[in-house]
């Protein structure tokens, strides 16, 4: 029996975008839920996988134009994004993050299999063969080999408050519940501060920072009233909440691919009732490549501090 050509193109298209986004999402569970890996082989091979893959095998019967082809990984890259969320193996934020630094890759796949498909069918099932057995392999050796990529990064954010230094110092050691928040970056998951207290005082109290998903437990390692507030990280939350499953936290393995070393608060006396509060974090996270995570992940701790710094000087400047 012959098949149209018409009928044979939406074969083409049923198969690229049903078998390929398939074989990513399976892809990405094997990373992500077997081996708990994010790594560069997950943010780069995969996406460029998924458009040599779904390019070459909507050409197979007959080559096809590159607009066609971007089309083609365009909807496969919904497809394979929407399992992923539908099936909790991830959750919106993420994939929203990770979909620009994906894009780049799904499209250089693109051109791949548009040149692939112009040769022979034999370069397709190579292709496809190739993909699915040496992208496991080398997120294997990943995982293995690199441990972690860089090391710890610090994040520092400041505002100038209105009120005495000793107001300010009483304010963040202890500071009453944040009003619920307006930034579209805590509406997406992100876990964010609510309020704080702590037991003790001076070198050795604990300081508790109440978040949307459990607390920072933060010993107190400097406590130079009223300049300097410095605190490791005994125990952190998990960052985020997946939106569709809003129940179900991501997984505990998320714990080591965010990590919060230590905080402070320094205080410097600008002039009087004038102080300049700044709030640093010191962390690392082991999701790669660091250099495109680091821009979400310092836009992230930024909007934190920002949230508890203009807490303290709303509360400081209405003492």
């Known amino acids: 029996m012959q098949v149209s050509e018409s009928n044979q193109k939406w074969i083409a298209i049923g198969v690229a975008i049903g ?17 708990q890996e994010y790594g560069a082989v997950l943010f780069t091979l995969v996406p460029l996988a998924l458009g040599v893959l779904s390019t070459s095998i909507y050409g197979y019967f007959r080559p096809r134009s590159l607009k066609e082809s971007a089309r083609i990984s365009f909807y496969t890259l919904l497809l394979a994004c929407g399992i992923l969320i539908l099936f909790n193996i991830e959750g919106i934020v993420c994939v929203l993050m990770a979909a620009p630094f994906a894009a ?5 796949g693109t051109w791949i299999g548009y040149k692939v498909q112009k040769r022979d069918k034999g370069q397709v099932i190579k292709f496809f063969s190739f993909n699915l057995l040496v992208i496991p392999i080398l997120m294997v050796a990943e995982s293995e080999c690199f441990e972690r990529e860089g090391g710890e990064i610090e994040v520092k954010t400041s505002i100038v408050i209105n009120a005495s230094k000793e107001t300010v110092w009483d304010n963040v050691v202890k500071f009453p519940d944040i009003p619920a928040p307006t930034e579209w970056i805590f509406k997406t998951g992100i876990a964010y501060p609510t309020s704080s207290e702590i037991i003790g005082s001076g070198k050795g109290a604990v300081r508790y920072c109440e978040f949307t998903t459990g607390s920072f437990v933060e010993p107190i390692e400097i406590w130079d009233e009223p300049n300097l507030l410095q605190f490791s990280v005994r125990e952190q939350p998990i960052p985020l909440r997946r939106m569709i499953h809003e129940k179900t936290n991501v997984p505990g393995n998320m714990y080591k691919y965010f990590v919060s070393n230590k905080g402070q608060f320094r205080l410097t006396e600008l002039g009087k009732n004038e102080v300049l509060l700044e709030g640093t974090t010191w962390y690392y996270h082991k999701i790669k490549p660091v250099v495109y995570w680091k821009i979400w992940s310092e836009y992230i701790i930024h909007s934190i501090h920002n949230r508890v710094l203009t807490h303290i000087k709303a509360v400081s400047e209405n003492a």
């Open 19 to 35: 078998t390929t986004s398939i074989a990513i999402v399976s892809l990405i569970a094997f990373s992500v839920n077997v081996l």
């Open 104 to 108: 780049v890759f799904v499209f250089m």
